[in-house]
């Protein structure tokens, strides 16, 4: 019942910037907390940013300060704004429906169907 479609992966120049938007249907979008996972080639999947029901976000350490995560309730849609780009940061990017709790995001079951992200140097 639940879905979620993402939206706004893409190629982008190192430096530059992207937002991704993941479109969440159903009310479970108001009750529990919304993650960003990645996978790169080779590599487990990873947490990028989470946030909260409360508004509460946390980040990958290597995303601090380039990344923000935001939520709009009224659309139903988490967001995931990116900026200063970098080689790195190439990954299949994944939206999660899970739980956050005392400052650490449990990943669910509900997972969008990922976008590729690749930054070029």
């Known amino acids: 019942q639940v879905q979620l479609v993402e939206s706004g992966g893409g190629l982008v120049q190192a430096g530059g910037s992207l937002r991704l938007s993941c479109a969440v249907s159903?009310?479970?979008?108001?009750?529990?907390?919304m993650g960003w996972y990645r996978q790169a080639p080779g590599k487990q999947r990873e947490l990028v940013a989470a946030?909260?029901?409360?508004?509460?976000?946390i980040y990958e350490d290597s995303v601090k300060g380039r990344f923000t995560i935001s939520r709009d309730n009224a659309k139903n849609t988490v967001y995931l704004q990116m900026n200063s780009l970098k080689p790195e940061d190439t990954a299949v990017y994944y939206c999660?429906?899970?739980?956050?709790?005392?400052?650490?995001?449990?990943?669910?079951?509900?997972w969008g169907q990922g976008t590729q992200v690749t930054v070029s140097s």
């Open positions: 999660n429906i899970g739980n956050y709790l005392g400052g650490t995001y449990y990943r669910g079951n509900y």
């Open positions: 159903g009310s479970i979008f108001n009750i529990n907390a």
């Open positions: 946030i909260g029901r409360g508004g509460g976000t």
